[in-house]
């Protein structure tokens, strides 16, 4: 991701809407390495409590006062002009799921075969369209249009993101678009989106197993890669254990625990 951004403000002088990033480790040392005292780039990492909150508040008010009005209409899918990097690190749900109140894309560029795409569709339930790489669980979340084009070469990879970041941007960035009595462009896949998501609701995954399983089941052991919770599909398990035992069922997780 990195990389298909510093490709774009190589060529352009500027980032085609506001990007809010999230994680640590080598995306951090990336984006440091990159942006570290660019105009474009500002550190949110180290915000808590009210300072995020206010941060979040201003950049949602943002898009509202550059369209020039006072009425309630959606923002600009992507505004033009004084965009930036907003790094923001770790963070907890509620503070993502405030940031995906704001977004109108989540960017998915994982190379990598996803088990499930849990972070694809937690974006998916606030509406928020997903642009990735459409590859193992991430295939059912990724709309046609959104899919960026795979390659072995990852430098073909850095170019199929930046390409496809600004091809979006500039489809999605009209005004007019907002002042139309038809759904925009932008609004018609957001619905989608949460059409996709309600496939997935908490009663629905709980249906299906109860499907599957015998009568007079009382006990259920699930299998995950670990026991420890770390996000992902593990994340996935023990939401699925909650809810069988809140059904009174006695549920065991079976894995590896890396605490220990």
């Known amino acids: 991701m990195v990389g298909a951004l510093s490709e774009i403000v ?13 994680g640590e480790g080598d995306l951090k040392r990336e984006l440091f390495q990159s942006f570290a005292g660019n105009i474009l780039f500002e550190d949110c990492s180290r915000l808590r409590g009210e300072e995020i909150l206010d941060k979040i508040e201003f950049l ?21 002009g004084g965009n930036k990097i907003y790094f923001f690190g770790w963070q907890s749900q509620a503070i993502l ?22 972070a694809a569709l937690e974006s998916l339930s606030e509406g928020v369209p997903v642009i990735g790489f459409q590859k193992g669980g991430l295939i059912p979340f990724i709309s046609k249009e959104l899919i960026i084009s795979f390659s072995e070469n990852d430098n073909e990879n850095t170019k199929a993101l930046a390409n496809k970041i600004v091809e979006i ?18 609004e018609i896949l957001s619905h989608e989106s949460r059409r996709i998501a309600d496939g997935y609701t908490e009663g629905r995954w709980i249906r299906q197993i109860q499907d599957i399983l015998p009568n007079g089941t009382k006990k259920i052991l699930l299998a995950s890669d670990y026991t420890t ?13 909650r809810a069988l035992r809140q059904q009174g069922y006695e549920v065991e997780i079976f894995g590896w625990d890396i605490t220990k």
């Open 10 to 22: 190589e060529k352009t002088g500027e980032l085609p809407g506001n990007i809010f990033i999230f």
């Open 60 to 80: 949602s008010n943002l898009e509202y006062e550059e369209i020039g009005c006072n009425e309630e209409i959606p923002p600009t899918p992507l505004y033009q």
């Open 169 to 186: 941007s500039e489809k999605y960035s009209s005004f007019s678009a907002l002042m139309e009595e038809e759904k925009s462009d932008w």
């Open 97 to 118: 799921r405030s940031i995906l109140e704001i977004s109108h894309f989540s960017l998915m560029p994982s190379r990598f075969l996803e088990t499930f795409g849990l």
């Open 229 to 241: 919770l770390l996000g992902g599909i593990e994340t996935h398990v023990q939401t699925i254990a």
